[in-house]
Nanobody
């Protein structure tokens, strides 16, 4: 069973930066999209950013201009560069892959805490 593994989370001060990475434990073919979501206690998981197989990107309004998603389909990896972090960015961040066949893959999540 192929799994997604996130890394790079941690504690950072407001205004700081973090880079999250996500890699598949095995090979996943026919990836159509790679994305990041985040979730805080008591709230639904929310969309953060997505990159398609043609390198088209989209972002949630709350992170536009601060976060950058990048991905490598061949290597089954996706990253999220997060700059100018705010306390409201505190959450567990999850990576997500979707194949052209519609199968979703999720990581186990990595905690990001923005606090002074």
């Amino acid at each position: 069973q192929v799994q997604l593994v996130e890394s790079g989370g941690g504690l950072v001060q407001p205004g700081g930066s973090l880079k999250l990475s996500c890699a598949a434990s095995g090979s996943i073919s026919s990836i159509s999209t790679m994305a990041w979501y985040r979730q805080t206690p008591g709230k639904q998981r929310e969309f953060v950013a997505i990159i398609t197989s043609s390198d088209h990107t989209e972002y949630a309004d709350s992170v536009k201009g601060r976060f950058t998603i990048s991905g490598d389909n061949a290597k089954n990896t996706v990253c999220l560069q997060m700059n100018s972090l705010k306390p409201e960015d505190t959450a567990v961040y999850y990576c997500n892959f979707h194949t052209w066949g519609g199968r979703p893959y999720w990581g186990q999540g990595t905690q990001v805490t923005v606090s002074s």
